[in-house]
C-alpha cells in the first residue's frame, strides 16, 4: 500500500500541471510563461549513487526529446547528502505537459520509486521577473 501512494505522489509531483503561468502584474494575453518547479527527494541511505545514474540518464535523453525544457538540474543541499532537489524549467505550459508524457520521465519515475524516502515534494513557482 504504502509504494502505490509513493508511486501515486511521485507521478503527481513529476508529471505537474500543464497550466502557463503569468508573471505578477502580467498579461494573459501576452502568452504563456515560463514554467519553474522545484521538486525534493529524500534518497535512502546508500542508494545515493544509483539515483544519480538514473536522473543522469534522464536529463542526456531530455536533451533530444523534450526541446521545450530549458533546463533540469539537480542539486544536493551540502547540510543533506540524502536530499536531493531538481529545478526543473519549461518554456511554456505546451512543455510542461510533453515532459509528463515523455516515456524517459515515465522511466525515471518507476526507476527511483525504491530510492526514494517517501514522496517526492513538489512546489510551482510563479515567475514574478527574469534578468532577459
Not at 549513487?49 to 523534450?66: D, I, N, T, Y
Amino acid at each position: 500500500m504504502r509504494i502505490g501512494l509513493i508511486s501515486a505522489a511521485l507521478t503527481l509531483c513529476l508529471l505537474g500541471a500543464a497550466h502557463a503561468q503569468t508573471p505578477a502584474g502580467g498579461s494573459a494575453a501576452a502568452g504563456p510563461e515560463p514554467t519553474t518547479f522545484v521538486v525534493r527527494f529524500k534518497i535512502k541511505s546508500g542508494r545515493n549513487a544509483e539515483f544519480e545514474k538514473v536522473m543522469h540518464k534522464l536529463q542526456g535523453q531530455l536533451r533530444h526529446s523534450e526541446p521545450g525544457n530549458v533546463y533540469y538540474d539537480l542539486y544536493r543541499p551540502l547540510a543533506d547528502a540524502q536530499t536531493y532537489v531538481l529545478i526543473e524549467h519549461y518554456k511554456d505550459a505546451e512543455a510542461v505537459k510533453a515532459h509528463g508524457q515523455d516515456p524517459h520521465t515515465k522511466e525515471m519515475a518507476a526507476a527511483i520509486r525504491d530510492l526514494i524516502d517517501g514522496p517526492p515534494e513538489a512546489e510551482r513557482l510563479v515567475l514574478v521577473s527574469s534578468k532577459r
